[in-house]
């Protein structure tokens, strides 16, 4: 049978879960994720995994962070005083926000802590910093 290699276009049924089995998604209950591998358009440690597979096998691997979302950054946590926020938004814990920088690009945020008249954002993407666990079924390679 074939095996998956750079170039590939592949159907893979995954399951992600934190390493303490916390699961943060999956697509059992929906169509294969479909991809090129080499593409870069996932985590590298994903692509890396699915490589060599050929369709019907599964297996379960860790991802280091490094390999994932990489690891969480302080320098892209910043705490701003509320009455920087628009008269319309009144933040909350755990609110995403998208933002400008400097060079008109969006930045998404998340709200990690409201103290008093500061608030902290925090850009990094929420699984940095986390190893991840992958359970993949490589159903097809288009």
Known sequence: MTQAQ???TVKVHYTGK???GTQFDTSASGN???FTLGGGQLIPGFEQ???GMTPGDTKTVT???GDAYGEHREDMVVTVNKDQFPDHITPQLGQQLEMRQANNQPLNVVITDISGEEVTLDANHPLAGKDLVFD???VEIV
Do not use: F, K, M
Request: zero cysteines; aromatic letters at 0%; charged letters at 20%.
């Open 6 to 8: 750079n170039g590939d």
């Open 18 to 20: 934190l390493t303490d």
């Open 49 to 51: 995994a699915v490589l």
């Open 136 to 138: 993949l079924e490589l």
């Open 63 to 65: 991802i280091a962070s």
């Open 32 to 34: 294969p994720l479909e």
